[in-house]
């Protein structure tokens, strides 16, 4: 497939608009519904739908800008791969993945005290899910992740080294204005009776497995899609939910995390590939240790 015509679908749903999407790539209307259509004949389902205010991703389609954004994303970062080796450049780039809650604080902290001790360096920052993170760190996508060995859990494997950075206690984020927003530890037992959310199986099962414990019981009512969605959701009003505590300083002001009282935890580690270490990494992993102990998590 032309990647040029992924571009302009991506195009398209970002801005919602064909002739928005046209004007910012320099084609006309009518080659951008083109390029749709024969993408959609090629894929063999409806990519887009019309509505009032222009045009929306199908869930199909959905489905396919995450994979087609991820794909551009690595097509461009092979095109500046050859054009800085054209040109004589052979610092090697710092590629490095973590979950949603790590990259939201504690993985750029660590980056800017590595950069601001070593120099310029090219670098990538690439979120995902433990499972995916370590399936891209075999393959040699990535330079370093950094996961968790919540449920289900961090495989062994012979090709990774792991190292431990922590122990990372759990919290529950509640509204702004919630009656027990501003307290201390907290047990399960007095948000048994609320609505929670959840957005993925590994953060829910630590839910469900400490309230067990507890001889209380939880109701997932409301998936979310992914870590800020969850958020929104309890921001609204909607729900309580579960979120690791090392994202407490990078939470949105209008909610509250309060620590639990025996809090589940999930261990941090850091996992690179045993074969053709990038030469950064062992600096990297020096300064997430730092700040990962540094990082004033609740519980």
Request: proline share 8%; aromatic share 2%.
């Amino acid at each position: 497939m032309d990647l040029e015509v992924w571009r302009t679908f991506v195009t398209v749903c970002r801005l919602g608009s064909l002739s928005a999407a046209a004007a910012e790539l320099h084609h006309t209307q009518s080659a951008v519904s083109r390029q749709i259509a024969g993408l959609e004949r090629r894929l063999g389902a409806a990519l887009v739908e019309r509505h009032a205010r222009g045009v929306r991703p199908t869930p199909a389609g959905e489905a396919f800008r995450r994979h087609a954004l991820a794909t551009l994303n690595e097509a461009d970062r092979a095109v500046r791969a050859v054009r800085e080796l054209r040109d004589g450049v052979s610092v090697r780039p710092l590629t490095v993945g973590a979950t949603p809650s790590l990259a939201a604080g504690i993985v750029p902290e660590a980056v800017r005290d590595l950069l601001e001790r070593e120099g310029p360096v090219r670098w990538s920052l690439v979120p995902g899910l433990t499972a995916e993170l370590h399936r891209r760190v075999t393959a040699g996508d990535l330079a370093l992740a950094v996961v968790t060995d919540a449920p289900p859990g961090l495989p062994h494997d012979p090709r990774v080294e792991r190292r431990f950075l922590g122990d990372d206690a759990m919290v529950v984020v509640l509204p702004a204005g919630h009656r027990l927003a501003g307290r201390g530890p907290v047990r399960i037992r007095e948000l048994a009776g609320e609505t929670w959310a959840e957005d993925n199986d590994g953060s829910a099962a630590l839910l469900r497995g400490h309230a067990a414990r507890a001889g209380a019981e939880v109701r997932v009512d409301l998936a979310a899609a992914d870590l800020p969605g969850k958020l929104a959701l309890v921001a609204t009003g909607h729900a309580v939910a579960l979120v690791p505590g090392a994202l407490t300083r990078a939470l949105r002001p209008d909610v509250t995390p309060v620590p639990l009282v025996d809090p589940p935890t999930r261990g941090i580690h850091a996992i690179i590939p045993r074969r053709d270490p990038h030469p950064l990494t062992a600096p990297l992993l020096d300064d997430l240790t730092r700040v990962f102990a540094a990082s004033g998590r609740p519980g």
